[in-house]
């Protein structure tokens, strides 16, 4: 790789890095004006909230989103450090682990636990699974990342050893 194509690379990095804050501060705080400081200000004021809000029930809601927030956050950070000129395969391996880890929490919550602690919160009826492709997609390919996360920190481990070696 020329010393120019590093150089695109890291911006690039950078770029990605800052991409990812923004989406993450953008979004995080639309989620949190939404469901949690619009209705809390409008109850304060006395006046009416114009959906039915449960402070229990949005939290409950945010679940999913947060975990995915939290991996984007996880990939811009390690873009960041890629963008100063660290090594891959460390920065690789905690991302992969961390992203992955999101990523499934995130997609177990929007299939498993949102449906049933709603359910329960609210006393309404309902099935115990929400099929819900997109978080059920998420969770696998958290998963998938998690377990490559971790064959590749073993790898690592065994090269480290084999380098002591020679």
């Known amino acids: 790789m020329s010393h120019d194509d590093l150089a695109r690379f890291r911006a690039r ?20 004006l939404m469901h949690l400081i619009l209705p809390l200000w409008l109850r304060i004021r006395g006046d ?18 947060a975990c995915y927030l939290a991996a984007v956050w996880m990939i811009g950070r390690a873009m960041g450090q890629l963008s100063k000129g660290r090594l891959i395969q460390p920065i690789l391996v905690v991302a992969l682990r961390n992203v992955g880890l999101a990523l499934g929490v995130g997609g177990v919550l929007s299939v498993f636990v949102v449906t ?22 998420l969770g696998m ?24 070696m020679i």
Not at 49 to 61: E, F, K, L
Not at 116 to 137: A, C, K
């Open 48 to 65: 009416a909230v114009p959906y039915a809000w449960d402070i229990a029930s949005s939290v409950v809601w945010v679940m999913p989103a």
């Open 141 to 164: 390919i958290g998963g998938a990342l998690f377990l490559l996360g971790r064959v590749l920190g073993q790898a690592a481990d065994v090269q480290a050893e084999l380098d002591e």
């Open 116 to 137: 049933n602690l709603t359910r329960i919160i609210e006393g309404s009826q309902g099935g115990w699974l929400h099929f819900d492709v997109s978080g059920m997609t």
């Open 13 to 32: 990095c950078r770029q990605f890095q800052l991409l990812a804050r923004f989406m993450v501060i953008s979004v995080g705080s639309l989620l949190a």
